[in-house]
């Protein structure tokens, strides 16, 4: 079984760009969330989708999106980009089945390495 | 709201060795709490979880983890360490649906 695949892995964009991601969740997965991993601020949380829905959503400001297709798969889009945009952004999948599913276990991709100059 | 606590930047110890990787919670309600490694330019790679039962929980080669709910703990363990066990390791609790709260990572450094 194929694991979460995130495209590209590696990506240098010019300030004031933006920059779409894209991550293909686990066959049968249909929870998707992203994450974004930086020296100095750790991982943290950017939102997460269900059925096309986002469902929760981090601090982050609004030139930060996502969206959720009807095969789960999933984008993000950066738009304005920043040099402290500069991160590894980690898209994760789960098998929901409903009620809280607390028990999930949540599976991460290799990540996307944007640099942003 | 929900946190973790990850209070050694970095972990020495020789191959061979036990070792411990130290996370503290701190959670209203029931803890769901996870183990994840980060190898070098790589995702991340699930461990082990607790979600209820029994309070030592077996994982990916080889880790442990014993949850303690009287000390707020739930440190990583192996009984012996392998060089290829390097990495940064992340401790992590659920706040909510699939939002994961995680801990600053602890850098284990294996000696041969």
């Known amino acids: 079984k194929a694991g979460v695949t995130q495209t590209p892995r590696y990506l240098i964009k010019t300030r004031g760009q933006q920059v779409t991601l894209s991550c293909s969740p686990i066959?049968?997965?249909?929870?998707v969330s992203w994450y974004q991993q930086t020296p100095g601020q750790g991982l943290q949380f950017l939102f997460e989708?269900?059925?096309?829905?986002?469902?929760n959503k981090g601090n982050f400001p609004g030139r930060f999106s996502g969206r959720q297709f009807s095969n789960s798969r999933s984008e993000m889009n950066v738009s304005t980009l920043e040099l402290g945009d500069s991160a590894l952004y980690l898209c994760?999948?789960?098998?929901?089945?409903?009620?809280?599913?607390?028990?999930?276990?949540?599976?991460f991709g290799e990540g996307s390495w944007l640099t942003v100059v | 709201a929900q946190s973790v606590a990850q209070p050694e930047d970095q972990v020495n110890v020789a191959e061979g060795n036990p070792l411990t990787v130290k996370c503290t919670y701190s959670?209203?309600?029931?803890?769901?709490l996870f183990w994840y490694v980060q190898y070098p330019n790589r995702g991340l790679q699930f461990l082990l979880k607790?979600?209820?039962?029994?309070?030592l929980v077996k994982g990916s080669y080889g880790f442990e983890a014993e949850f303690n709910k009287s000390q707020t703990s739930f440190h990583l363990k192996k009984p012996s360490a392998l060089v290829s066990d390097s990495a940064l390791y992340f401790c992590?609790?659920?706040?909510?649906?699939?939002?994961?709260?995680f801990g600053t990572g602890t850098r284990l450094q294996v000696f041969p």
């Open positions: 994760a999948s789960s098998f929901w089945a409903g009620g809280s599913g607390s028990g999930n276990t949540i599976y």
């Open positions: 066959s049968g997965h249909r929870s």
């Open positions: 989708y269900f059925s096309e829905t986002q469902r």
């Open positions: 959670v209203s309600g029931n803890p769901y």
């Open positions: 607790y979600i209820t039962g029994d309070n």
């Open positions: 992590a609790v659920r706040e909510d649906t699939d939002k994961l709260i």
